[in-house]
């Protein structure tokens, strides 16, 4: 390990004396002007990874569903799934150290790993669509390079392409070929042997608007649509020809605004749909005859591909184990209609994509969808293998169910939540199904609900259990807890630390907007009073 040569290099990329950010679920992320030092060092720690895990590593430059100001960086791991959790402290670490402090961090977590630094190292770099991220994407392959690794540049991808791309290149090619070309082709192959199946070919469930939200979706899905437009037309807004990303638009936008985009015109009864900034996220809606606004969120997602795949299992006759993860922000309604009418046993889990795919592993067909849209559904090596053997020796309607069953596997994107690759599944199981977007929305009938913050002294001050459904401290909160949800029907309420800031997030539903309004009202009430709130006191404006 050339420690000159990482010093040397490092003076060009200097940390701000004193700055501190902390490796969270989805990396780095903060204003672009804080973070080219953190790219240029998680250069230096991908290469680290590479070599222990003597895999090919992925490094992403992306803020997802943040404005375009902002950007951020995650690792990807060996199988394309994030980072592992002990790494990430390393990251933390590195990134705040002062520079004279660098050598002697990455000479410590190469000694605390074990790492074999005569072994090769090799990572692969991917980028969004923001200004920032080509001159960032140049500094973390400067990190590479001054640690002695060899790279590869995709240049502009999505997330889940590049977390694709890892899996392909440490399966020597199984999962697939680690190209553009190679994902456009392997995903649309899938959708449109599926799509062939379906009896009904009417234009209600052909053309889908989709929003881009301005970001490198846009750019990938023109590239794509060409593969599977004999199945699917798309017609794309927020396409980034005009408009900033993420701005008034975007997924994340339309979840927690519960409304359209804007630079979308949506005619009644129309199934449209947007992905974030990074196209790891899915939501999709539509207005009904009275111009309501419906959103179909990941919820509603997680129902519609679980019961697809119960049901061309009960078709072949085979008893795979299926599990539903879900977390503490799952609808209410969701969780009875998947346990109580569908018969699908489900789980909760920290919030956080990674502990949804960790859990979803232990299955033999695992489904995950937050709440959010971000998800996908994971088929272990066991059962795939025998489905697609089944596939291949069963006639009739068993036969036509494992043909379905394969290509749902392969259309799936299993490293990650890909909004590409679910707005595929999704619409070939409703072009299967013959389903409108909304009967696919009256499957069950959401419990209202209601989501604030509390400013505290510090979040610390709280903690979880039970996949953060229950307080452990400060005592005596989960009891006021316990009693206000008493006082109303169909009622739940939970309390959690933000992950970024000093802020308690604070979740209630119940049978009636105002009632799910109220008890969000008092269970922050209660926050503020017993967990040292800061500023003013919550009101009941829910203005959050």
Not at 262 to 283: H, L, P, Q, T, Y
Not at 330 to 353: D, W
Request: glycine content about 8%; hydrophobic content about 40%; overall charge negative.
């Amino acid at each position: 390990m050339d420690l000159g040569a990482v010093t040397q290099r490092s003076a060009l990329h200097a940390k701000p004396s004193g700055l501190v950010l902390q490796y969270g679920t989805a990396g780095f992320r903060a204003h672009a002007g804080h973070l080219d030092h953190i790219m240029y060092r998680m250069g230096l720690l991908a290469v680290l990874r590479s070599k222990q895990t003597k895999s090919t590593i992925g490094v992403m430059v992306t803020a997802s569903h943040n404005p375009e100001e902002d950007n951020g960086v995650k690792l990807i791991d060996p199988l394309g799934e994030m980072l592992a959790p002990s790494w990430e402290e390393h990251a933390t670490r590195l990134a705040n150290a002062e520079e004279q402090e660098l050598p002697r961090e990455l000479v410590g977590i190469s000694e605390r790993e074990a790492v074999d630094l005569q072994q090769d190292a090799f990572v692969v770099v991917g980028r969004d669509t923001r200004a920032s991220s080509e001159k960032f994407s140049q500094s973390v392959i400067d990190g590479v390079t001054a640690l002695g690794g060899l790279f590869h540049d995709y240049g502009l991808l999505t997330t889940p392409q590049l977390h694709y791309m890892v899996y392909c290149r440490n399966t020597g090619g199984q999962y697939g070929k680690a190209t553009v070309e190679g994902y456009y082709q392997k995903l649309s192959k899938a959708f449109v042997e599926l799509t062939k199946q379906a009896s009904c070919s009417g234009d209600e469930h052909r053309t889908l608007k989709v929003d881009c939200a301005n970001g490198i979706g846009a750019l990938k899905l023109k590239e794509m649509q060409q593969y599977f437009s004999q199945g699917l037309s798309v017609q794309l807004f927020n396409d980034g020809t005009k408009g900033k990303l993420n701005h008034l638009c975007g997924a994340d936008f339309v979840k927690s605004h519960q409304k359209p985009p804007e630079g979308m015109e949506m005619k009644s009864n129309e199934r449209c749909c947007s992905f974030d900034g990074d196209a790891d996220r899915i939501v999709y809606y539509y207005r009904d005859a009275d111009g309501q606004f419906h959103l179909i969120d990941g919820d509603k997602i997680a129902t519609l591909v679980s019961s697809f795949l119960k049901d061309l299992l009960v078709e072949i006759g085979e008893n795979f184990n299926v599990g539903v993860v879900q977390t503490a922000y799952a609808n209410g309604s969701s969780t009875r209609y998947l346990q109580e009418v569908m018969k699908v046993p489900v789980y909760c889990t920290k919030t956080g994509v990674k502990h949804l795919h960790h859990k979803a592993q232990e299955f033999d067909i695992g489904v995950y969808f937050e709440a959010n849209g971000h998800g996908t559904a994971l088929f272990s090596k066991a059962v795939e293998m025998k489905i697609k053997q089944l596939a291949k020796e069963l006639e009739d309607n068993k036969g036509k169910a494992a043909k379905m069953l394969a290509n749902v596997i392969d259309l799936f994107n299993q490293a990650a939540g890909d909004a590409i690759s679910d707005m595929l599944v999704i619409e070939a199981i409703l072009a299967l199904k013959g389903l409108t977007a909304q009967q696919w929305d009256a499957l069950y009938r959401d419990l209202p609900n209601r989501q604030l913050k509390v400013k505290v002294a510090d979040r610390r001050v709280i903690s979880t259990t039970d996949a953060e459904r229950q307080v452990l401290t400060p005592p005596g909160l989960q009891e006021v807890i316990s009693d206000l949800v008493k006082q109303y029907r169909l009622s739940r309420a939970f309390v959690r630390p933000s992950g970024t800031e000093d802020v308690i997030r604070v979740y209630a539903e119940a049978d009636s907007q105002a009632n799910a309004d109220s008890l969000a009202h008092e269970v922050s009430l209660a926050v503020f009073q017993l967990a040292g709130g800061t500023g003013e006191r919550p009101t009941s404006g829910l203005c959050g």
